[in-house]
């Protein structure tokens, strides 16, 4: 992933610089792997456009309300 290929889409914290997790476009990835995500640890895990969009009905739906608790 080098980092000027990345579109920065959003920070999910924003509020100190402890290294906030972050959602990145890759115009240059497959598919399959275009959707980055950063934490604040040094990982990167790679997604699809489509598991993206999984992740975000199943946040509207309501079922990660537990996890987000956690």
Known sequence: MAAEDLIHVLTLCGNCSCGCPELYLDPT????????????????????????????????AGSLDEAAKA
């Open 29 to 60: 990835a497959p598919a399959e792997q275009r959707i980055a995500i950063t934490d604040d640890f040094g990982n990167t895990i790679r997604l699809s456009g489509a598991q993206l969009g999984d992740i975000i009905e199943l946040a509207r």
